[in-house]
């Protein structure tokens, strides 16, 4: 005779109670800042070591020179960043992590959301850089980058829009493509593909534009002012839906906002602060336009002909993106 065995079950995980939570986000806020501390200031290190050798040396030291320097903003930044963070989980309260029950529900309903068209535009600017690299990335820079005099004496209109796709470095493709995927997966999430579309296609236009009336002679390239219009539009996103997000949500998006603009006005030299503020602005106007007030409308709702601009606007980039290609590989 078969003698059934109840199956044994397995034992759960102890549940954590709110303190131990708590402790253990600021563990980890902490390790975390730890190594930007840790990293950060050992760059800055090396930099003010080797200005320190060179004044043993006999020369003169040229401070400019660590600002010049993308390495060293990078360690900076990583250094404040990191000493920030050490300062917040110690701040940290259980205010600051628990969800309302809106932004628990507003969360759950956006769970199956794949971000297709921040894809789409990443895999655009790796394939024109790929193209940049075939070529050098100075020629490919002069071939279709922004290059204003071009833009404003020859009637090439259409390096507003390649310069926005070509990249000046692997370091430069690199955090682009990284800002990109952070902000346009959040927004695809949060809103809806079509905005994302929209948005970096016009913030890349307007970026440029403004870049263009304060630096006429210059040339600029990089995907920073679309990802500047991204982070425009979700800033005044998040204060109008602050009661669906988490807490600390807007607080954190300011944050961020406040550390890309410290960045532009250190690394001035290396920054087209211009474009930036230009896309961060055409992003913010259009989330006031098209963010309702209401808080009972979901703002991931399109109707059809803002789906079809969101289409229209995805293949206005990828159409570009391969001109600039061609633009770049006609001459190799």
Known sequence: MYEF????????????????????QKRSIRKKSWWAVGIGGFVVAV???????????????????????????IGFFALVAGSYGLYYAKSL???????????????????????????????????????????GLGESILL???????????????????????HGGLLHIYFNSQALYGFGSLMEYLSNRAHVAIVFLLAVIGGG?????????????????GIMGLIGYMAVYAYRRKQQLPPDFLKSMLINVGFIAAFGIIAYQLVDNFAHIGGFLVGAVYAFIQVPRDLNVDPRRTNSVI????????????AEAVFAIFRITESA
């Open 5 to 24: 065995q109840p199956k044994e079950e397995e034992p759960q995980p102890p549940q954590q109670t709110p303190e131990e939570y708590l402790a253990a």
């Open 307 to 318: 789906h079809t601009l969101g289409i229209v606007a995805i293949a206005i980039y990828i």
């Open 209 to 225: 534009l403004l870049s263009l009336v304060f630096i006429p002679d210059g040339t600029s390239v990089g995907a920073s002012g």
């Open 93 to 135: 309260s259980m205010k600051d992590i628990t969800p309302t029950v809106e932004a628990i529900e507003f969360a759950r309903r956006s769970e199956a959301t794949t971000p297709y068209f921040t894809m789409i535009l990443i895999g655009s600017i790796i394939a024109v850089f790929v193209a940049q690299m075939t070529v």
């Open 47 to 73: 930099h003010i070591g080797w200005l320190l050798v060179f004044a043993i040396l006999g020369a003169k030291p040229d401070l400019s020179v660590l600002f010049r320097s993308i390495f060293f903003i």
């Open 144 to 166: 279709a980058g922004f290059v204003k005099p071009e833009f404003t004496q020859n009637g090439q209109y259409w390096r507003v829009l390649t310069g926005g796709a070509l």
